[in-house]
Each structure stands twice: as C-alpha cells, then as structure tokens.
C-alpha cells in the first residue's frame, strides 16, 4: 500500500502570508497527486491535479510542484476564503489520502 | 452539468450491512474513461478511500477494507452502490460518491450523506 504523509498537520497563518504545505508518499508516484480544499460541511474541491496542473477555475494565487514521493502545495497570498483544511490525494496505484493539514487564522 | 447524489439509511444497526446508492446525472455512467468511486470521512476526522469501480465492473477496494464491502454499478439506472458489511460504530461518517478520469484526481463529489452506526 502508498502511504501519504501530510505536514504539518495544523498551519496558523494571517491574510497575506504565504503558505506551503508538503506531501510524501511512501514509494514513488510520479505526478499522479492531486490537492483538494475542503471547508466545513462542504465535499471536498480540486485545486490541483497530476501535481502541478490548476484545476478548473481555482486561483492562480495556488501552485503545486514536485514528482516521485515529495510533493507541495503553496498558497503564495494567503486570502480570507483560503482557511481549510487541504489533503494530498495519491492514484498511482488505486487511492489514497493524506491526513490532512488544517489552516486556521493566526 | 455532472452531478452525483447519494442516498440510502442513515441509521444503520452495528453488524448490519451499510448500503447507499449514488445516481449521475448530466451524462451516461458508461461515457467512458472514468473510476466510480466511494471515499469516507468520520466526523472530526480525515478522508478515507473505500474503493472504486470501473464502468465494466472491475473493481479495486481499499485492503484494510476490503474483506467488508463490495462495490457494483448498474449502468441501466446510471447509478453505482457500495455495500459494507458487518459495520460497527467505526463506520459511522460522511460517505461520498465521487467520479474521476482514470489518470487524473476526482473532479466530481456527491454533496456527502451521514451514516450512523448505532443500536
């Protein structure tokens, strides 16, 4: 089985800043990794697919970077509707998630 | 536009089976190139893979899941089901449906429904 490591797991951050969050899985993966925002109550949204391509409508202010098994997501101007808690997502070989990484305000 | 709803109890007995079905909307199940999948959340917790299927019924499950549940698609009604056995309150959560093109991540989720495992 991929395991997925997210960290950190908590991120306190202020409008502005920029923000990374980072995503190893436990073999390599190539570029088969998407990041998906979730806010409360709400399903889960692509922001980024095969680890660097923005998904559909999301804000540039998002990138992702990396192949094999070390991954990141930046968020380069943290905004007002960014605070979520964000999973990395492997499907190199069937699926797996990350545990997450909640952002919150500082 | 693409959708998937869920439905089915939200209240299921501990040593029953969960079972819920998801329908698609906006385009045909068999369009092609596709994974019908199945992820879960517990309340307060992260997301969980179940398994998924393909529209020719080939399937792949979660391992820590996978002696418990079974996953099936009826392209006639343009719908996919899980079916999880033997449940405890473990299973209690948010489960979604969810669609996503073979080599790329999930693009589509169901809004999610609450199963609660309890007597």
């Known amino acids: 089985d991929i395991q997925m490591t997210q960290s950190p797991s908590t991120l306190s951050a202020s409008v502005g800043d920029r923000v990374t969050i980072t995503c190893r899985a436990s073999?390599?993966?190539?570029?088969?990794l998407a990041w998906y925002q979730q806010k409360p109550g709400r399903a889960p949204k692509l922001l980024i697919d095969r680890a660097s391509a923005l998904g559909r409508g999301v804000p540039s202010r998002f990138s992702g970077s990396g192949s094999g098994t070390e991954f990141t997501l930046t968020i380069s101007s943290l905004q007002p509707d960014d605070f979520a808690t964000y999973y990395c997502q492997q499907y190199n070989r069937l699926w797996a998630f990350g545990q997450g990484t909640k952002v919150d305000i500082q | 536009q693409v959708q998937l709803q869920e439905s089915g109890p939200g209240l299921v007995q501990p040593s029953q089976t969960l079972s819920l079905t998801c329908t698609f909307s906006g385009d045909s199940i068999t369009s092609g190139g596709y994974y019908w999948g199945w992820i879960r959340q517990p309340p307060g917790k992260g997301l969980e893979w179940i398994g998924y299927i393909y529209q020719s019924g080939y399937t792949e499950y979660n391992p820590s899941l996978k002696s418990r549940v079974t996953i099936s698609i009826d392209t006639s009604k343009n719908q996919f089901s899980v079916e999880l056995y033997s449940v405890t309150a473990a299973d209690t959560a948010v489960y979604y449906c969810?669609?996503?093109?073979?080599?790329?991540?999930?693009?589509?989720w169901g809004q999610g429904t609450l199963v609660t495992v309890s007597s």
């Open positions: 969810a669609r996503a093109p073979t080599i790329f991540g999930v693009s589509t």
């Open positions: 073999q390599s993966i190539s570029t088969s």
